[in-house]
């Protein structure tokens, strides 16, 4: 595959932490990457004259006739002109941004489609890109929501960030896709039709599963044009997150990128296999999952978090003039662990997200409807409530409790992997399962989060097909 030049990010974010002003000139070197990468559908090279030039509209502007959507064929202007800049205007000093075979001009912003051609010409779907590209230079980051269909906190939060943004007043460009599984979406499902985790296949093989295939797409045709890439999701099977970032903390520029946000919590959690931040990552792209609230609801408090969490970072990456620091920055956790039921009934929980306990604290009850014996789950550990069960039943050994446990940076590295995430199967949690067909294999570990599947059983899969 091949690798591009990148802005190092950490020298943008150290220039954004020095106050530079964000609409002086990019004279930096390390601004000159900005320049549009060649995509997979125009070589490397070619006059960008060629392609078709996106129709500069005002996102927020509600679409009322549905047609007038992209579809096959992106939003195109026929008659469009590169906008005149002047030259000696250096602080307009935006570049064209060529995404999905489409010139996308400096200081303007357009709604594109990404086609997954995973499915025949009749019934393709095709997936709403959002682009904003600023008047002046910068990284371009890009926000990723609804990898998992039925996630819908980052839907909102991408619309929220998309939709307020003024092409004039950005700096770089941001790349938004509100519904990356539009077709697990349109199901309620977290899943591809074939019953697959989108986000375990990438970045994805051209000749190899369905999944693999949309995820060789997508990865190719929008990811590679990120210089940073924040993929948004929420708890899964009945289980909530305080707002918080996933991100390999071991590597600097994603320590880095994890500092940006504001009042976010960090977890640390290290390599995971053919999701899309890690292959993100991979890729020299540095990459975080933001983690907010619970599948299935769409929740006030989570979405506000997460949109000014992105607002913090745009501002600190130098994409927007600072709006003012928003709140203190939170600890990151090197360690964390599941407190699991050790009896099955009714779950009860004794505390809240976000709340602070000691070891031997109680977190919740678990009841026996029939016998009425009710024992407690209690705390191992000092340290946070980050994740945790809703009310539900729940059997012998449910993943009910996620404890972020203080500890040092040293103190991460010795840990050995899979250590915080053991897999215990959990067909029961797949919502699903066809009753009348064995669960695909994957589905069977995927209980935990979205983002912590500590052994792989698709990459198996992948490599026996
Ligand atoms: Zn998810």
Redesign the pocket.
């Known amino acids: 595959m091949r690798t591009r030049k990148r802005p190092a990010l950490l020298t943008m974010l150290l220039l954004a932490t020095l106050h530079v002003q964000a609409d002086e000139p990019a004279s930096d070197a390390s601004l000159s990457a900005a320049e549009p990468p060649a995509n997979a559908t125009a070589a490397e090279g070619e006059p960008q004259a060629e392609l078709p030039r996106a129709r500069s509209i005002d996102l927020d502007e509600p679409v009322a006739d549905p047609a007038a959507l992209p579809g096959e064929s992106p939003t195109i202007d026929e008659e469009a002109v590169a906008p005149e800049v002047a030259e000696d205007d250096l602080a307009r000093s935006g570049t064209p941004l060529v995404l999905l075979g489409v010139e996308v001009p400096a200081a303007t912003a357009t709604r594109l489609a990404w086609l997954p051609g995973a499915s025949f010409e009749g019934i393709s779907v095709p997936t709403p890109v959002l682009v904003v590209n600023g008047a002046r230079a910068g990284p371009t980051l890009c926000l990723t929501a609804a990898?998992?269909g039925d996630?819908l906190n980052g839907i909102e939060i991408v619309r929220r960030v998309m939709y307020n943004l003024e092409p004039e007043e950005l700096s770089g460009a941001v790349i938004g896709v509100p519904i990356v599984n539009l077709q697990g979406f349109r199901r309620g499902s977290?899943y591809l039709p074939d019953r697959r985790d989108l986000?375990r296949y990438f970045p994805g093989n051209p000749t190899g599963s369905s999944a693999a295939r949309i995820a060789y797409s997508f990865f190719n045709q929008v990811i590679l044009h990120c210089d940073a890439l924040v993929d948004l999701?929420?708890g899964?099977f009945h289980r909530t997150n305080l707002p918080q970032l996933r991100a390999d903390l071991s590597h600097p520029e994603v320590l880095a990128l994890t500092q940006q946000f504001g009042a976010t919590v960090a977890l640390h959690s290290a390599r995971h296999g053919n999701t899309l931040r890690q292959a993100a990552v991979d890729h020299g792209i540095p990459a975080v999952t933001l983690?907010t609230g619970e599948?299935m609801r769409l929740q006030e408090d989570a979405v506000d978090h997460g949109v000014r969490g992105i607002r913090s970072l745009l501002s600190n990456m130098g994409m927007l003039k600072r709006s003012g620091f928003w709140g203190q920055a939170e600890p990151a956790y090197y360690r964390s662990a599941w407190v699991r039921a050790n009896s099955g009934g009714i779950l009860f929980n004794k505390v809240e997200l976000g709340e602070t306990v000691d070891e031997g604290d109680t977190l919740g009850t678990i009841t026996d409807p029939i016998t009425n014996v009710r024992s407690e789950v209690v705390s191992p550990y000092d340290g946070r409530v980050l994740g945790m069960a809703l009310n539900q039943v729940v059997l012998p050994g449910f993943a009910a409790y996620r404890i972020g446990i203080k500890s040092s940076q040293e103190e991460m590295s010795e840990l050995p992997q899979g250590e915080e995430t053991p897999a215990t199967p959990n067909p029961e949690l797949e919502p699903d399962a066809d009753p009348g067909l064995d669960p695909a294999p994957e589905l069977i570990d995927a209980d935990e989060?979205?983002?912590l599947a500590a052994f792989d059983i698709d990459a198996h899969l992948e490599a026996s097909e």
């Open positions: 990898l998992h996630e977290r986000n999701h929420t899964s983690e599948s989060d979205d983002d």
